[in-house]
C-alpha cells in the first residue's frame, strides 16, 4: 500500500466509525526473529479483542471487526514486509501500512484512530523534487524521506532533439540534426554536432542544449509555481550549470546527483538525493524550535507547552508549528461544545491520546508537526505549540 498522506489522514479522521483500532508493531525483515513476525501479530489481536470485550462490545462482533486484519495473517504477506506494520480497522475502513520506518508496539482502542506514529510521514521530512535530465528524456520524481514516485508535467518536451525539429518546423527552416557518436541511446556522451549552414561548434550546440532547458524550465514553472520544496537536479554535470542558466525555480540547489538518470533506478536516485535534501529539513525543525524558545521567553501568548490549552487551540486552527513526544500518551476526551479537556492518569473507555488529537487537528488545519523524541521537545516541556495568533 502507499505511504500515508494528508489526504489520508483527513479521511481517516472524518469517516471513521467507532470502535476504531489502531494496531502498531516492529517488523524483523531477516534472520530467524522473522518468525517472531506473526506471533507477535497474532498476540495484539488478541489484544484488540479483549480491549473491544472491555467496552462491552459482544465477542461474535469484536471477532467480526477484526477479520479483515486477521486474513492477512498469510506466508505471502508476511513475506513482503519493511521496518514496521500498522493496521487501523473500524466498521466502515480497513487499512494497513508496510513502513520503512521502526515502529513502537502499540494497542489502542477508542472512538478515534491513532494516527501520531504515522504522521512523521507526512510532515518531518517535507517533499522535495528531483528533475533527471539527459538529452533524450526528461523526468520529474517527487519525494520524501521513504518514498518517490514520478510526477506527470503537461508539455514537458521529450528530448533535445524533439525540441528543435518542433522549433525548426514552426519557423519554416530546414536544418538536419546528426546525433552523438553511438546514437541517440547514449544520451550523455560527448554533445553530437548540429549540422546546417556551416558547421557550428561545441558553443552552438550548447545554445541548443539551453534552448532545451528553457523549454523544460517552462514546463515545470507551470507545475511548481506554488511549491517551495527544493529541487535536486540528476544528470552529467556539464548539464547542470546550462540547466541553472535556464532555470527560474527559486528553490533549485547547487548540489546535484551526477550520472546517468536513463540508467538509474528511482529508488536509487532517492538514495542520491536524500543525503543533499536531509540537512535542509533539520535546519527547518531546528529554526522552527528557535523561534518556539524565544517566544516562550517573550511571554506574549504566542506560544503555549500546555496540553489543555494547545488541544483548543488546534482543535479551532491557531496552532501553526506543534512539537509532540513520539512515544508518549496524555489520555482524555476533548468536548467541542464547551471547548474543554478533561484529562486522566490511566485510558478510559473511548479516551484519546490528547498529544494525537493536537497533532492531527493541527496538520488537518494546515499546521506544521514535528514529531520527536521527549529528549528533543524544546524547553523539555511536553507539548509545544507556536500560534497563529
Request: hydrophobic share 40%; glycine share 4%.
Amino acid at each position: 500500500m502507499s505511504l500515508f498522506s494528508i489526504d489520508e489522514l483527513k479521511n481517516l479522521v472524518e469517516n471513521a466509525q467507532p470502535p476504531c483500532v489502531s494496531l502498531y508493531m516492529p517488523m524483523q525483515k531477516a534472520g530467524a526473529e522473522i518468525r517472531q513476525n506473526p506471533i507477535r501479530f497474532k498476540n495484539l489481536i488478541k489484544e484488540a479483542e479483549e480491549r473491544l470485550d472491555t467496552m462491552s462490545i459482544r465477542h461474535t462482533a469484536a471477532v467480526n471487526l477484526l477479520q479483515p486484519a486477521k486474513e492477512l495473517d498469510q506466508d505471502d504477506f508476511w513475506e513482503h514486509q519493511n521496518l514496521g506494520l500498522a493496521i487501523l480497522i473500524c466498521q466502515n475502513l480497513f487499512r494497513y501500512y508496510c513502513l520503512p520506518m521502526e515502529l513502537s508496539e502499540l494497542v489502542i482502542v477508542s472512538e478515534k484512530f491513532h494516527l501520531k506514529p504515522l504522521l512523521h510521514l507526512i510532515n518531518n521530512d517535507g517533499d522535495f523534487y528531483i528533475l533527471a535530465l539527459s538529452q533524450q528524456d526528461v523526468k520529474l520524481f517527487q519525494g520524501t524521506r521513504y518514498s518517490i514516485n514520478q510526477v506527470e508535467v503537461e508539455n514537458m518536451p521529450t528530448s533535445l532533439e524533439a525540441t528543435l525539429l518542433e522549433d525548426v518546423s514552426q519557423k519554416g527552416v530546414q536544418r538536419r540534426i546528426a546525433t552523438s557518436k553511438g546514437g541517440t541511446a547514449n544520451a550523455f556522451q560527448h554533445p553530437g554536432e548540429f549540422h546546417g549552414q556551416g558547421s557550428p561548434d561545441q558553443d552552438q550546440h550548447q545554445a541548443h542544449i539551453l534552448e532545451f532547458f528553457h523549454t523544460v524550465n517552462s514546463a515545470l514553472h507551470d507545475k511548481l509555481r506554488e511549491e517551495k520544496a527544493p529541487l535536486v537536479l540528476a544528470g552529467v554535470e556539464y548539464l547542470f550549470p546550462i540547466y541553472h542558466q535556464a532555470n527560474t525555480y527559486p528553490h533549485l540547489l547547487d548540489e546535484g546527483i551526477n550520472g546517468n538518470p536513463e540508467i538509474i533506478k528511482s529508488e536509487e536516485l532517492h538514495n542520491l538525493a536524500w543525503p543533499i535534501v536531509a540537512p535542509l529539513f533539520q535546519e527547518d525543525k531546528l529554526q522552527v524550535m528557535e523561534l518556539y524558545q524565544q517566544l516562550a521567553g517573550e511571554d506574549n501568548g504566542k506560544t503555549s507547552s500546555d496540553i489543555k490549552e494547545v488541544v483548543n487551540a488546534a482543535y479551532y486552527q491557531r496552532v501553526a508549528s506543534l512539537f509532540v513526544p513520539m512515544n508518549r500518551q496524555i489520555w482524555g476526551k476533548y468536548d467541542s461544545d464547551t471547548m474543554t479537556v478533561d484529562l486522566h492518569p490511566e485510558p478510559e473507555i473511548n479516551d484519546e491520546d490528547m498529544f494525537d488529537f493536537a497533532a492531527k487537528y493541527t496538520l488537518l488545519n494546515g499546521g506544521k508537526v514535528y514529531t520527536v523524541g521527549l529528549e528533543e521537545m524544546p524547553n523539555n516541556a511536553e507539548i509545544a505549540a507556536i500560534f497563529r495568533y
